[in-house]
């Protein structure tokens, strides 16, 4: 069973940046495109960001498109989300997930991490 184990969260000012890793318990990259959702208070799981290997081919929900970066090694166990230009909208908790079917679906996902909270104050 993979495990994703997130760290890097924390309380930032609007405006300021933070980078959430994600690494697995093993070097199974290769078998699942990684990505991260977040749940905001009160919301649904939203898509956040992927990327998937061989080529390198990553996606971003419109709301961060120019602001988070995701970037990671399939050779190596982990992933990192940059997240720069952090508005208080972007408070929820991340999750680190994998995915085999590429669909991005919280119903299709193999694997989520426990998550980590990013809180950005106004």
């Known amino acids: 069973q993979l495990q994703l184990v997130e760290s890097g969260g924390g309380l930032v000012q609007a405006g300021g940046s933070l980078t959430l890793s994600c690494t697995a318990s093993?070097?199974?990259?290769?078998?699942?495109?990684i990505g991260w959702f977040r749940r905001a208070p009160g919301k649904d799981r939203e898509f956040v960001a992927a990327i998937s290997w061989s080529p390198a081919v990553t996606d971003y929900a419109d709301s961060v498109k120019g602001r988070f970066t995701i970037s990671g090694d399939s050779a190596g166990n982990t992933v990192y989300l940059q997240m720069n230009s952090l508005k208080p909208e972007d408070t929820a908790v991340y999750y680190c997930?994998?995915?085999?079917?590429?669909?991005?679906?919280?119903?299709?996902?193999?694997?989520w991490g426990q998550g980590t909270q990013v809180t950005v104050s106004s």
């Open positions: 997930v994998a995915d085999s079917s590429y669909i991005w679906d919280p119903s299709t996902i193999d694997y």
């Open positions: 093993e070097r199974t990259f290769s078998r699942y495109a």
